[in-house]
């Protein structure tokens, strides 16, 4: 069975950092391009960041760019989310999610990951 598992998320202050992780499990997500989404309360789910699988390809959000960078080590079958600078906009579940389409391109497009984690809240207080 194919799960992914964020972790990392929490309460900060405006202005801090966290840093999230999604270990994914029950196969190898090496090969895939992976990406983080967030869904804040009473809003739909957007794109946050993805990153290709070999790690030279990344996106991000206008709203997180220059601020939140997106990493993997294949190696350890891990994928990072490192946010500084936070806003309480940013407050939301954050998600991780895998796309298995080949090639070293990304997308933004939610319909495109066919694996998700459960999430992982951060709150961010002014």
């Known amino acids: 069975q194919v799960q992914l598992v964020e972790s990392g998320g929490g309460l900060v202050q405006a202005g801090g950092s966290l840093r999230l992780s999604c270990a994914p499990s029950?196969?190898?997500?090496?090969?895939?391009?992976m990406g983080w989404f967030r869904q804040a309360p009473g809003k739909e789910r957007v794109f946050v960041s993805a990153i290709n699988w070999r790690g030279g390809n990344t996106a991000y959000a206008d709203s997180v760019k220059g601020r939140f960078t997106i990493s993997r080590d294949n190696a350890k079958n891990l994928v990072y989310l490192q946010m500084e600078s936070l806003k309480p906009e940013d407050t939301a579940v954050y998600y991780c999610a895998a796309d298995s389409s080949p090639g070293t391109s990304i997308t933004r497009l939610i319909r495109a990951y066919e694996y998700w984690g459960q999430g992982t809240q951060v709150t961010v207080s002014s």
């Open positions: 029950g196969r190898t997500f090496s090969t895939y391009a």
